[in-house]
Nanobody, 123 residues
């Protein structure tokens, strides 16, 4: 089984920084794409940033230039460095993994989600 655990959320003043971390555990051979999503109230989960095993990144327009996603393929971890935080960044942030293969090269369908970590930015 593969599970994702997030950490690093918390309270911060506008303009401050937070660093979110996500660790994938279990029998894992590889993870194609890892990323971060957030879910505004009453809306579906929305992309924040993703990164492939090859290092290709994708960011939501609202966070470009402020957030940086990175990963360690060997450790199966992904981080989101969030700088210049704004009150509108307040949300629950979810780690995601897509294109996961187990240690026996079995592909896991769909997306694996973490439990979420709260980020609150005050003005």
């Amino acid at each position: 089984q593969v599970q994702l655990v997030e950490s690093g959320g918390g309270f911060v003043q506008a303009g401050g920084s937070l660093r979110l971390s996500c660790a994938a555990s279990g029998s894992i051979f590889s993870i194609n794409t890892m990323g971060w999503y957030r879910q505004p109230p009453g809306r579906p989960r929305d992309l924040v940033a993703t990164i492939t095993s090859a290092g290709t990144t994708n960011y939501a327009d609202s966070v470009k230039g402020r957030f940086t996603i990175a990963r360690d393929n060997a450790k199966n971890t992904v981080t989101l460095q969030m700088n210049s935080l704004k009150p509108e960044d307040t949300d629950v942030y979810y780690c995601a993994a897509l294109g996961v293969r187990t240690g026996t090269w079995v592909a896991i369908p769909g997306t694996i989600w973490g439990q979420g970590t709260q980020v609150t930015v005050s003005s």
